[in-house]
């Protein structure tokens, strides 16, 4: 063993897991590997032999085996391009996309790897962007205001079909086989620790905002689940547990068929999970309040730390110690973002473009972008609603559509990509005064994820359109670095880690130089169409008018 002291973080996104190796003196960066997900995202077919299972509109699931094989794959890769001896890694954190949910055995197997169970949808791992789970999560949100439950208001007055229990409730209403034959419901990354050091650990971070459950009271009531229905009324006593584990916890250490897996030594010692979000924001540099972290990619998720609970509208939770030991932790989000830009480009843009871009030898996106960017605010006539995805927040509503309004012949692809860049950075205003009209002071802005190092044309309409100053996350990997120095900790000072997540922050992460800082003529033209985008939101989300969700009510009704 040598005497330089690696963590390893594990990222688990939307379409890969990657593998980072941190020098934990200094947050190097000394290597990383991606392992594409060979079945992705699954929201057409089941990937099974024989007759197809299609999926009906919102689903959205994945392959528990494609996590597996990134632990296999990419983190062996990691230490070969590294060169790191697998004796010098003192610690290991992992994040997950969240809330990423599946039904398993009481011995870790998932349902959708039992014969009886491959073409059952509902046993399938249900990804974050799983919709189709609204009309459950519109039952729990009736049921929990009538009741008058007092959990509610920590998420804003309402939660998601994005979250845990509104698929659990989807796996019993429509497959009840399923769940009789679930021993264990659990987060992905809850699940992917058992795999690491044998037994479960659930996390505080994906149990608070996803699952209804604050260290204070605990999960809602027996009565409560009882309300939704009769059969779920023990469901956390039967098939989930009310041992939950504070982030920065060690979990165990490493078993040897893990080990085996990737290359390492049996017993390095692993932190419990993580959200892939919440762990950014340390990865980030911020481990105090008011400073937000977005964490800009597929989606969008928006965080910030306070000292204290405050009520706002649409966030997605406030957890205590949800992000960072002894701090509030506040998450709000917009559910499209970079899909939106793929979908369009994907889908939306003509073949000329494509190939100019492959002559080039440029993405589209870059193509786009240049084509864009010489454009004035309001030049192209456009306003968007970035509701592709349905809206996270504040209005929490996954049956929203996009909306694109001012088109004309003589629109053009780059104006309405400009457009809905434009709209994401709206939703982020409307976010940001939601926090601040509820007093928690946003002070500075940090971006971190996939975006914003791509596209310094988006960065500058955001900053114009929230007229505020956005800094930048000296990683592009601030997941993974945050994963890592979660490792760190669990190491420990006395094996050349750090005692907390504060300290590894110090010396593990740095800003980069460059700031986004908003120009006042762009400014003012953009509070304009800002208060028109105001105008289609409380239209179009606030039930004033009903069109988008008729338009998917008759749509599913012509499916049937």
């Known amino acids: 063993m040598s005497n330089r002291k690696v963590a390893l973080g594990i990222d688990f996104g939307t379409e890969s897991g990657r593998a980072l190796l941190v020098d934990v003196t200094d947050g190097h960066e000394v290597a990383t590997a991606v392992f ?27 392959d528990p085996e494609d996590y597996l094989k990134a632990l296999k794959v990419a983190v062996p890769a990691a230490l070969k391009a590294g060169g790191v001896d697998p004796d010098d890694v003192i610690g290991i954190g992992i994040d997950f996309t969240s809330c990423t949910m599946l039904p398993t055995t009481a011995d870790g197997t998932p349902l959708c790897m039992l014969p009886e169970f491959r073409r059952t949808p509902n046993a399938w791992v249900k990804l974050w962007k799983h919709h189709a789970s609204q009309p459950e999560a519109d039952r729990i949100n009736e049921a929990a205001r009538a009741r008058q439950e007092p959990w509610l208001a920590r998420y804003g007055g309402k939660i998601s079909s994005e979250w845990f229990f509104s698929k659990v409730l989807q796996i019993l209403g429509e497959s009840p086989e399923v769940y009789e034959a679930a021993d264990v419901l659990i987060e992905g990354g809850d699940w992917l620790v058992w795999q690491l050091v044998g037994e479960q650990h659930r996390n505080a971070s994906t149990t608070g ?97 306070g000292e204290s609970e405050q009520p706002v509208e649409g966030i997605c939770g406030v957890v205590h110690e949800g992000v960072v030991p002894g701090m509030y932790g506040y998450e709000a ?13 994907d889908h939306a843009v003509p073949p000329e473009y494509h190939e100019d871009a492959d002559r080039r030898g440029i993405s589209v996106h870059k193509l786009l972008e240049e084509k864009a960017a010489g454009q004035k605010p309001g030049e192209h006539g456009l306003l968007a609603l970035d509701w592709w995805n349905g809206n996270r927040s504040v209005l929490v509503d996954g049956d929203l559509s996009g909306l694109l309004i001012g088109a004309t012949l003589s629109t053009r692809a780059e104006d309405i990509y400009r457009a809905l860049i434009e709209a994401t950075a709206y939703g982020t205003r409307v976010i940001i005064e939601a926090f601040e009209e509820n007093g928690i002071a946003i002070n500075e802005i940090v971006a971190s994820g996939g975006l914003p190092e791509r596209n310094p044309m988006m960065m500058q309409i955001y900053a114009d359109v929230t007229g505020r100053a956005f800094k930048l996350a000296g990683s592009n990997l601030a997941g993974a670095l945050g994963s890592a120095m979660f490792g760190a900790v669990v190491a420990g000072a006395a094996q050349g880690g750090y005692d907390t997540i504060q300290e590894a922050a110090l010396k593990m992460t740095r800003l980069k130089g460059r700031v986004y800082e908003p120009v006042a003529d762009n400014q003012a033209v953009y509070d304009l169409l800002y208060a028109e985008y105001l105008r289609l939101y409380n239209l179009f989300g606030r039930g004033k008018n009903q069109v988008m969700k008729t338009l998917k009510a008759i749509r599913n009704k012509v499916r049937e």
């Open 36 to 62: 594409d997900y060979e079945n992705g995202v699954i929201d057409e077919a089941l990937p099974v032999e024989g007759e197809p299972v299609r999926l009906d509109p919102e689903w959205a699931l994945q």
């Open 333 to 345: 989000g917009q559910s499209g973002v970079g899909d939106i830009f793929g979908w369009f480009v």
């Open 209 to 305: 905002y996803k699952a209804m459950w604050s260290r204070q009271d605990g999960f809602p009531s027996p009565d409560f689940f009882e309300a939704l229905d009769p059969r779920m009324r023990n469901v956390i006593a039967e098939k989930m547990t009310e041992d939950i584990y504070p982030i920065g916890a060690k979990a165990g250490g490493l078993t040897e068929r893990a080990a085996g897996w990737m290359g390492l030594r049996p017993g390095i010692p692993v932190a419990v999970a993580n959200m892939d979000a919440h762990v950014s924001v340390p990865g980030s540099s911020v481990t105090g309040p008011g400073r937000m972290v977005m964490i800009m990619g597929t989606s969008t998720c928006h965080i910030l730390l």
